[in-house]
């Protein structure tokens, strides 16, 4: 099986920062495109930022110049800096990873997600 395991949440005052970790274990033949989602209260589930395998990133519009996200291929490691931290960034922060893991012997490709991590931004 694999697990994805977020880390790093937290409350933070506005302006604050803070740093989210994503460690992907299990019987995995390799990681593709990996990002970070996040859902408040009410609100669907939107992308935050996401990083091919090769360093690629995206951004969401409302994120830009405020997060970083990166990842380490050989910790299977995935981050996201968040910087400048306001209050509707308030919102459960999801891992999620696009992977190929071994099922017996057949090699199943899936996209798989974290149980999620708090941030609160309020003073």
């Known amino acids: 099986q694999v697990q994805l395991v977020e880390s790093g949440g937290g409350l933070v005052q506005p302006g604050g920062s803070l740093r989210l970790s994503c460690a992907a274990s299990?019987?995995?033949?390799?990681?593709?495109?990996m990002g970070w989602y996040r859902q408040a209260p009410g609100k669907q589930r939107e992308l935050v930022a996401s990083?091919?395998?090769?360093?690629?990133?995206n951004y969401a519009d409302s994120v830009k110049g405020r997060v970083t996200i990166s990842r380490d291929n050989s910790k299977n490691t995935l981050y996201l800096q968040m910087n400048s931290l306001k209050p509707e960034d308030t919102a459960v922060y999801y891992c999620?990873?696009?992977?190929?893991?071994?099922?017996?012997?057949?090699?199943?490709?899936?996209?798989?997600w974290g149980q999620g991590t708090q941030v609160t931004v309020s003073s």
């Open positions: 299990g019987s995995m033949v390799s990681i593709n495109t």
């Open positions: 990083i091919t395998v090769d360093g690629s990133t």
């Open positions: 999620n990873a696009d992977l190929v893991r071994y099922s017996g012997v057949i090699r199943v490709r899936n996209r798989y």
